[in-house]
């Protein structure tokens, strides 16, 4: 992983804030992809509580996913709390506290042809604020072809706060899988619009990392490869202007019953990691 002297560029900082997604190049070391990529192996052979996965309707491939699982596993752990990731989330923020928010796994196996569908994050995550950052990288390559992730640029700004849905099959789960918020809309049909949309996104080598703000609508394609894993892990991070707000339609394992909105995230499931 980075250390915490780890640099990132004013230009790039003035870009993540004005598109709402980047890319940083070789920032996690190939050791610690080692190391990840046993941890992930760990999780899906014996998943945690907050596992939720489905089968390829093909029969071909599978998708893994779950989250908090820096809780129970160590690598996961060290990865989150004492890496360099705070500190350059910190940069992002322009300084103050530092708070993990939760670490997830987004495991698409070879032919797992299901897109990740559009959505941007925040209305799933009981926090308000613009100090809210995400870090995805991977111990694979990953192109459009393996299931890639997309951004449209400034979609951060647009005010905009879209109905969370889950992400295996609906006709299965029925209705959104959340409860509905009278303040959010539903999400926009990118896909049958995709040139009304400034739509930006990069491959990724090992050690790679995408960097995205919590309001950014993004999406993915499925693994087309029949022959390469796609193994995403990602670490979302709080800042000084984050606050909890448990509205309607948050994810209910995120949420904690000790803290009430409008107060700082600082707590056990949240544990603050850099002070103020």
Same mark, same amino acid.
């Given at each position: ?6 640099? #990132? ?112 994050? +925040? ?47 609906? $006709? $299965? ?35 790679? #990392? ?41 994810? $209910? ?6 803290? +009430? ?16």
């Amino acid at each position: 992983m980075p250390d915490s002297d780890y640099f #990132v560029a004013e230009a790039q900082i003035n870009q993540f804030w004005r598109d709402g997604a980047i890319v940083l190049r070789h920032l996690v070391e190939p050791e610690w992809l080692d190391i990840l990529a046993g941890a992930i192996d760990r999780d899906i052979a014996c998943p945690g509580p907050c596992y939720h996965g489905y089968e390829e309707e093909n029969g071909r491939g599978r998708f893994h996913g779950n989250l908090r699982i820096w809780e129970n596993d160590p690598d996961f752990r060290a990865i989150c709390l004492n890496s360099g990731l705070p500190a350059i989330a910190r940069q992002f923020f322009g300084g103050g506290k530092v708070n993990l928010l939760y670490d997830q796994l987004f495991v698409k196996e070879p032919g797992t042809v299901n897109r990740t569908r559009w959505h941007n994050d +925040q209305p799933y995550w009981p926090v308000s604020g613009r100090h809210v950052i995400s870090f995805w990288f991977s111990p694979d390559p990953v192109t459009k072809e393996t299931g890639a992730l997309e951004f449209i640029r400034g979609s951060h700004e647009w005010g905009r706060w879209f109905q969370p849905e889950v992400f295996g099959d609906l $006709k $299965k789960t029925g209705g959104s899988g959340y409860d509905e918020n009278p303040d959010y809309e539903p999400m926009i049909d990118v896909e049958a619009s995709r040139r009304d949309y400034d739509i930006i996104g990069w491959d990724l080598e090992p050690g790679d #990392v995408y960097v995205f703000q919590g309001l950014t609508v993004h999406g993915a394609g499925g693994n087309e490869r029949q022959d390469i894993r796609r193994r995403g892990y990602t670490v979302r991070y709080t800042g000084a202007d984050a606050s909890y707000d448990a509205r309607p339609g948050t994810s $209910k394992p995120l949420q904690v019953a000790t803290i +009430q909105t409008g107060q700082p995230m600082d707590s056990e499931r949240f544990p603050l990691i850099i002070p103020s």
